[in-house]
């Protein structure tokens, strides 16, 4: 039983991410930005959007807290999770041999009922 809780709980997270991962796609598409890919998987991980702006290639990380007890969501992008955005980038750019292009990692942080979205361009550098 326990498991099927778990399970519950890890698909509800799914579904609410997907939901928020829509909603800053739109917003990025607002600000310019063209959405290439939503949930880029490889071995390395996810990466939430991959898009384009401008000349930049942009790899983008979404979060979504509810309420502000845990901090904003723009600071939940751990360290570790900057490492393993920047292995899945690389990931990304030789699969699809774009290895010379210029990259960016933005974060979009959605804070409370009232969804307000907040758009960090270049929010980290690359990781090893």
Same mark, same amino acid.
């Given at each position: 039983?326990?498991?099927?809780?778990?399970?519950?709980?890890?698909?509800?997270?799914?579904?609410?991410?997907?939901?928020?991962?829509?909603?800053?796609?739109?917003?990025?598409?607002?600000?310019?930005?063209?959405?290439?890919?939503?949930?880029? &998987? @490889?071995?390395?991980?996810?990466?939430?959007?991959?898009?384009?702006? !401008?000349?930049?290639?942009? =790899?983008?990380? #979404?979060?979504?807290?509810?309420?502000?007890?845990?901090?904003?969501?723009?600071?939940?992008?751990?360290?570790?999770?900057?490492?393993?955005?920047? &292995? @899945?980038?690389?990931?990304?750019?030789?699969?699809?041999?774009?290895? !010379?292009?210029?990259?960016? =990692?933005?974060? #979009?942080?959605?804070?409370?009922?009232?969804?307000?979205?907040?758009?960090?361009?270049?929010?980290?550098?690359?990781?090893?």
């Amino acid at each position: 039983m326990t498991g099927q809780i778990s399970g519950q709980k890890q698909d509800n997270r799914r579904q609410t991410g997907a939901v928020y991962e829509r909603k800053a796609g739109a917003y990025l598409e607002r600000q310019g930005y063209e959405i290439l890919q939503y949930n880029y &998987r @490889c071995r390395a991980g996810e990466i939430d959007i991959v898009a384009r702006d !401008g000349s930049f290639l942009v =790899f983008c990380e #979404v979060k979504y807290r509810k309420t502000a007890g845990k901090g904003w969501a723009v600071e939940a992008v751990t360290p570790g999770k900057q490492r393993t955005i920047s &292995r @899945c980038a690389l990931f990304y750019l030789m699969e699809h041999h774009l290895t !010379g292009a210029s990259c960016r =990692f933005d974060v #979009v942080g959605i804070d409370g009922a009232s969804e307000r979205i907040t758009l960090i361009k270049g929010a980290f550098d690359y990781e090893e």
